[in-house]
């Protein structure tokens, strides 16, 4: 199983910036996908989730109104649409899947691609 992420970057604050997370090996249908998020001196955490039809989605308070997480099945492919970008979002972004829906613990998620770095300057 393989969770390529990319679309990471450098970018002004207030600017957007789109996450892609290509599964291999695993059926992004079958699963519920989710992003999470570790700055440098700071725990992983939660960012978003989604559930396998796509219907429900979750986020962190943090990033409510400005992220959107969507799925494309056919492409196999999960995005994040991080718009607004403020500096406190600098961090590596990790894609990860579970069969928990609603899932926002790390623990509870089972596969987890490389991470991406994003970083937003002020």
């Known amino acids: 199983v393989q969770l390529q992420a990319s679309g990471g970057g450098l970018v002004q604050a207030g600017g957007s910036l789109r996450l892609s997370c290509a599964a291999s090996?695993?059926?992004?249908?079958?699963?519920?996908m989710g992003w999470f998020r570790q700055a440098p001196g700071k725990e992983r955490e939660f960012v978003a989730a989604?559930?396998?039809?796509?219907?429900?989605?979750y986020y962190a308070d943090s990033v409510k109104g400005r992220f959107t997480i969507s799925r494309d099945n056919a492409k196999n492919t999960v995005y994040l649409q991080m718009n607004s970008l403020k500096p406190e979002d600098t961090a590596v972004y990790y894609c990860?899947?579970?069969?928990?829906?609603?899932?926002?613990?790390?623990?509870?998620?089972?596969?987890w691609g490389q991470g991406t770095q994003v970083t937003v300057s002020s």
């Open positions: 990860a899947a579970t069969t928990w829906n609603g899932a926002r613990g790390q623990n509870e998620y089972d596969y």
């Open positions: 989604i559930s396998w039809s796509g219907s429900n989605t």
């Open positions: 090996g695993l059926t992004v249908s079958n699963y519920v």
